[in-house]
């Protein structure tokens, strides 16, 4: 079992920028990738940014040029810097994670595991 707690949401103007924290616990085994997820109310869940043990990203294409994820393995927490943000990125962000690398990351149905979700609210 993995445990996934978001934390660094909130209300931000657009323009701005906002980083999101993520800590796992748990069975957090060497093989465990991360990724941010984000869901408006009536739409799919999207998957915006994810990294795999070796470092490598892979990202939206709504979020590129625009947000970074980022890791720090020693603790096991999972960061999204998001800057340049507009009223689009508004939406419920989600940390998940997969117990091994994944060829779909973005797919929100290869994950393993969720977090309970953080609200991130951009205003025009």
């Known amino acids: 079992q993995i445990y996934l707690t978001e934390s660094g949401g909130g209300t931000v103007q657009a323009g701005g920028s906002l980083r999101l924290s993520c800590a796992a616990s748990?069975?957090?085994?060497?093989?465990?990738?991360l990724g941010w997820f984000r869901q408006v109310p009536g739409q799919e869940r999207e998957g915006v940014a994810y990294i795999n043990t070796e470092g490598e990203t892979t990202y939206g294409n709504s979020v590129k040029g625009r947000f970074t994820i980022s890791k720090d393995s020693a603790d096991d927490i999972v960061y999204l810097q998001m800057n340049n943000l507009t009223p689009e990125d508004t939406a419920m962000y989600y940390c998940a994670a997969a117990l091994s690398d994944l060829h779909a990351p973005l797919d929100y149905n290869n994950m393993d595991y969720w977090g309970k979700g953080i609200l991130v609210t951009v205003s025009s």
């Open positions: 748990g069975s957090v085994y060497d093989s465990v990738c």
